[in-house]
């Protein structure tokens, strides 16, 4: 009998803009509780993998050992396969995938990480039993993601304070949860795995510098009017393009602030299966 799959909606989408933040990400700045855990010769599975610049750092972390990186996105799976090329990393493989239905027998794996995925499932707590299934018994699950509600900057923005209401209205008209950080912990002993195996933790980025401002706030001033974000919220009827590019002109000016600052919390739970 199969299983039909929740209906996720990717809030963001694979928008250039989307990819430009992606691809920033490494395993020192968007995995750093996971990697004292790791080791060579394990075998690991990066779920929601993007386009795989966490997953080729993670590879080069457990060579000689094997990494899958899985997407549902057949695009971004070939984003991934090409920057794998380039780094010649010979021990990672991508592929298409759905985190409710992993294609692999049980305890496949070592390690199964998951950065900034749940945040987007109508169901994270079926997707972690998923994870939890294919995961070796004493293997690691590594789950990390933001949490909007917790961001912060200064100096204060009407059209920001805006932008956070507006994409906290999109993502609970997508069945998600914005504010996943804060429930992590929560959903993975839901999941069943042992309170006594499950180690919480929080991490933070932190856009600062003149070049940090200009990077976040160009990307998200073009993800306001371009991306599936802006195409979603006025699918929903949430805003209209004048409204977004109010938010795009708030972005590009808190950008130019010299004192600006923008911190993201995260956070993140290493949990034994």
Known sequence: MSIESPQDVYTHGHHESVLRSHRWRTAENSAAYLLP??????????????????????????????????????????VAREAATEADAANVAFEVGDVYALPYPDAS??????????????????????????????????????????????????GLDEWLTLYHEVTQANHAEADAGRRLLSWVRQAGFD??????????????????????????ADR???SNFAAQAI????????????????????????DGWFSIVHGEVLARA
């Open 109 to 158: 794996f070592d390690v199964v990480h998951a950065h900034q995925v749940l945040q987007h499932l109508v169901d994270p707590v079926a997707a972690l039993r998923e994870i939890r299934r294919v995961t070796r018994p004493g293997g690691i699950v590594a789950v990390r993601d933001a949490d909007y509600a917790a961001m912060t900057w200064y100096p204060p923005s009407a």
């Open 37 to 78: 855990s790791l080791q060579p010769g394990q075998r690991l599975l990066d779920v929601g993998c993007g386009p795989g610049t966490i997953t080729i750092d993670l590879a080069s972390r457990v060579s000689p050992g094997d990494v899958v990186g899985i997407d549902r996105s057949a695009k971004v799976v070939e």
């Open 224 to 226: 306001a009017v371009a």
């Open 235 to 258: 699918a929903h009827g949430l805003a209209d393009e004048v409204a977004l590019e109010h938010l795009s002109d708030a972005w590009r000016e808190w950008g130019t602030a010299e």
């Open 195 to 220: 309170p006594a195996g499950i180690a919480p933790s929080a991490g933070v980025w932190c856009y600062a510098t003149p070049e940090d401002r200009t990077w976040w706030s160009s990307l998200w």
